[in-house]
């Protein structure tokens, strides 16, 4: 019997190219929804919306994926270091983005026509979940200052 998982079909490691590509991409994806979110009071609503929510679906499903691998390695062997190093580096670049979410959150919120945009929209009228649940909690949101 195996006891050894095979990852193989995420990545053949980290020192997988694969993987370093992707890490690559969730900081350059992180690093433009920064921007992205920076510059929100300068931006048509709909180019705005559009915009920051692609990107945090993007960064999503690559940090998932990176972390999913990571976590998995270190499930098979809980002294795998390299396995929490790179959990560690996933999570700083996530978590490195609460003040631009926060701001995007907060900027959306308070867009006065906010769900005749995401209604309007192919790509925001799958989320009218979302930005119902964040124009109905908006009084609750952190400031993204």
């Known amino acids: 019997m195996n006891e050894v998982w095979n990852l193989s079909v995420i990545y053949n490691g980290f020192e997988d190219p694969q993987y370093e590509k992707d890490l690559a991409s969730l900081k350059g994806k992180a690093a433009a929804y920064a921007a992205a979110a920076g510059k929100l009071g300068d931006t048509e609503p709909l180019d705005g919306l559009?915009?920051?929510?692609?990107?945090?679906?993007?960064?999503?499903?690559?940090?998932?994926?990176?972390?999913?691998?990571?976590?998995?390695?270190?499930?098979?062997?809980?002294?795998?270091?390299?396995?929490?190093?790179?959990?560690?580096?996933?999570?700083?670049?996530?978590?490195?983005?609460?003040?631009?979410?926060?701001?995007?959150?907060?900027?959306?919120?308070?867009?006065?026509?906010?769900?005749?945009?995401?209604?309007?929209?192919?790509?925001?009228?799958?989320?009218?979940?979302?930005f119902e649940n964040l124009a109905k909690s908006s009084r609750y949101l952190l400031s993204g200052q």
Not at 57 to 77: C, V
């Open 50 to 130: 559009k915009t920051c929510i692609t990107l945090e679906e993007e960064i999503t499903l690559l940090a998932n994926k990176l972390a999913e691998y990571a976590m998995l390695r270190q499930s098979a062997d809980a002294r795998d270091a390299q396995a929490g190093s790179q959990i560690g580096r996933i999570m700083a670049v996530v978590s490195g983005l609460a003040a631009p979410q926060a701001a995007f959150k907060d900027w959306a919120s308070k867009l006065p026509n906010l769900m005749e945009l995401v209604k309007g929209d192919d790509t925001l009228k799958e989320y009218p979940f979302l």
